[in-house]
Structure formats: structure tokens, C-alpha cells
């Protein structure tokens, strides 16, 4: 039996109020080894799908869970909406895979169609680059993605980084139980960093938004320090520091001083999206993913950075991560059916020696 299941399944049933109408979900956030939350929207039966107001968040959390162990739910008293079921946070040094994919908020039959896809691969979590929806304080659109989402998010864990589309709404606080907009969690041998890199929406004044990009520096370099036994160090964020779409090359130097930080504290890998497309770029021992091609319409990749840009390609597409002991394998797929490639991500000293 594999070392995923070292438990029976559990079964968590609580009902939502009868008059109650599902908008969203259930879907399963925050889990760790030991514990998670199961969450789900609800809106009132007379409210129309195209009014903002309503929405409303029931969750319920559970601890001195295991690692490793898959769990099923019911949150609907049994009607088959509610049922889902997810995996607990591996254990160091056992094997999992997830997925990371992002910019979905256009163009909702291709976000469909990279839905179905990913739900194929059976990942045990995915991460969102962020811009889940076109504009995060219209009530009326979140709805529309947990839809499209539905089949995914009931088998599986979710992760997301905030984008600029998301305006730095409450709404996705509320929905997906993060308190901050950067945050941090372990899986297996891995050590995640999610951070905010949408700086336009934090506050209005310039002074407020240095403030909070010096605060989200500094605990991004106290995480990455308490994670040094991690074996492998991964950070997710929206805006790529490195892009090879031209017109966007050097719009935020902020992003590009973090990469000292990267190096420092040997990131293995950044993953980001914002641009509508794929690409892989290597620069001083650390690998920079763009996964944007999650819906939104298609961005040419027209500025390959010589040197450092190693792939790129203009598709709808999503990145299935395997890690196993010593090492972290991409397989970027597009749509199509066709992989975009296959690599294994070298562990940050191997790789400083390559360019």
C-alpha cells in the first residue's frame, strides 16, 4: 500500500442551511500535515447570479489529523455537491505531485478546458499564480470560477498568490481563510513562499506601499532562513521578476531586487504568471517559471533573454510537478496534448554552475 495512506478515510458531514444555495465549493485550503479547512460559498435563494451582495463563507476546521492521509467529506448532509475528499501534507521524504497554473480569469471555456485537464493528473494540491477572476471585488464573477473550478477544487487542496486582478479584495481573504497576503507551508520536503506582488493594490500612497513591500521582504528572508533543512525551497508569486515578453521587460525593479534574496537563500524555483504563456528562464542557480496560460488571452513571447531564457511558448498550458527524494521534476503540458517539455530542476548549487 502506498505510504500516502497510512489511515482510513475519515468522514467529516455537516449540512449547510436547506434554504442555503451553494456558490462555491466545498474546496479545502490551509492543510498541513496534522490539520485542514473545508470551505464553501453560499448565497440566499432569491439573489440572482448577476447580484454582488450575499455571499457568505461557512468553514469548518479540523486538526490531529496524520500525514498523509486521504480524507473524505460531506458538507451538504449527503447530497453529492457536498462530497470531496484531499490528502494531508506529506511527510518528509515521501514522493507527491502538484500542479501550478494561473491567470484564469478570461475566456471561461479555455479555464475550462485546463480544469478538466488537471483534474486528469490528480494532483494532491495546485497552486494558483493568481488573477483567478477579471476584476476580485465583482461579487458576480467568483461564483463563475468556482463553477468552472468545482471538479477540481472537490478533489484536491488550493493554494493561491494574489494577482493584480484580484484588486486586494476581501473576498479572497474571506474565501480562501489567509489572513496576510503572503504566507508559507510545508509539503513533503518542500517549503513553499507565497508572496503578494501586486504593489498597485496594497495602498494608495507610495510610502504605504515601500512600507509593506520592506515588511514582506524582510519575513520572506526569515521564512526562507527557518526553512534550510527544506530540501527543495519553492516561492510563488504573480509578476515575474524575469520575463521574455518584451514590452514588459523592467517594469518592476522591485521584483528583480528579490532575486539577490532568491540566491541567497537558494531558492530552487520561482513561480509566477501574469504573462499569458510559458516560460523557463535560469539566472544564477535559480529557475523562473511563467505559468500564465490558464484562460486569459495569449501573450506572444517575443524577447528571449540570451543566456538565461532556456523556453518559451505561446499556449494554453498548466505545469504538473512530481518531487521525489532529491529531486523536482516539470512536465509542462499544454493543451493541446502536446508536452512543452520535460526537465528536472537542480538543486540550487548544481544548478549555479550551468550559467
Avoid: C
Wanted: aromatic fraction near 12%; proline fraction near 5%.
Amino acid at each position: 500500500m502506498s505510504r500516502w495512506f497510512f489511515a482510513a478515510f475519515l468522514l467529516f458531514s455537516f449540512s449547510a442551511t436547506a434554504a442555503d444555495e451553494v456558490a462555491g465549493g466545498p474546496y479545502v485550503v490551509n492543510v498541513t500535515g496534522t490539520s485542514a479547512t473545508v470551505a464553501w460559498v453560499l448565497r440566499a435563494p432569491q439573489q440572482r447570479v448577476g447580484e454582488a451582495p450575499g455571499l457568505r463563507v461557512e468553514r469548518s476546521s479540523y486538526s490531529n489529523l496524520k500525514p498523509g492521509m486521504k480524507i473524505s467529506y460531506d458538507v451538504l448532509g449527503g447530497r453529492e455537491q457536498g462530497k470531496g475528499w484531499f490528502k494531508t501534507a506529506a511527510p518528509p521524504g515521501v514522493s507527491f505531485r502538484f500542479v501550478v497554473f494561473g491567470d484564469t480569469r478570461t475566456r471561461h471555456e479555455w479555464h475550462q478546458k485546463i480544469v478538466n485537464a488537471i483534474v486528469k493528473v490528480e494532483p494532491d494540491f495546485v497552486v494558483h499564480t493568481g488573477d483567478l477572476v477579471a476584476d476580485g471585488s465583482d461579487g458576480a464573477q467568483w461564483p463563475v470560477f468556482f463553477s468552472i473550478e468545482r471538479e477540481l477544487l472537490r478533489r484536491t487542496v488550493f493554494f493561491s498568490v494574489l494577482g493584480n486582478h484580484e484588486r486586494n479584495n476581501r473576498r479572497f481573504y474571506s474565501f480562501f481563510n489567509v489572513t496576510t497576503p503572503y504566507y508559507s507551508f510545508d509539503w513533503g520536503s518542500v517549503h513553499f513562499a507565497l508572496l503578494d506582488s501586486d504593489i498597485g493594490n496594497v495602498a494608495a500612497g507610495s510610502a504605504d506601499r515601500q512600507s509593506f513591500w520592506s515588511e514582506q521582504q524582510r519575513w520572506l528572508e526569515e521564512d526562507l532562513a527557518k526553512a534550510k533543512s527544506a530540501e527543495f525551497r519553492l516561492v510563488v508569486m504573480h509578476h515575474p521578476p524575469i520575463t521574455a515578453v518584451k514590452r514588459r521587460q523592467g517594469d518592476d525593479k522591485l521584483l528583480q531586487g528579490l532575486m539577490a534574496v532568491f540566491e541567497k537563500h537558494e531558492v530552487t524555483a520561482v513561480f509566477s504568471g501574469h504573462d499569458h504563456n510559458y516560460q523557463r528562464h535560469l539566472k544564477n542557480g535559480v529557475t523562473y517559471v511563467v505559468t500564465g496560460g490558464g484562460g486569459a488571452p495569449l501573450y506572444d513571447v517575443d524577447g528571449p533573454i540570451p543566456g538565461i531564457t532556456q523556453k518559451v511558448e505561446r499556449t494554453e498550458h498548466f505545469v504538473s510537478i512530481k518531487v521525489e527524494p532529491g529531486k523536482v521534476v516539470l512536465d509542462a503540458e499544454a493543451l493541446d496534448g502536446h508536452r512543452i517539455e520535460l526537465v528536472e530542476l537542480r538543486p540550487y548549487a548544481r544548478s549555479r554552475s550551468s550559467n
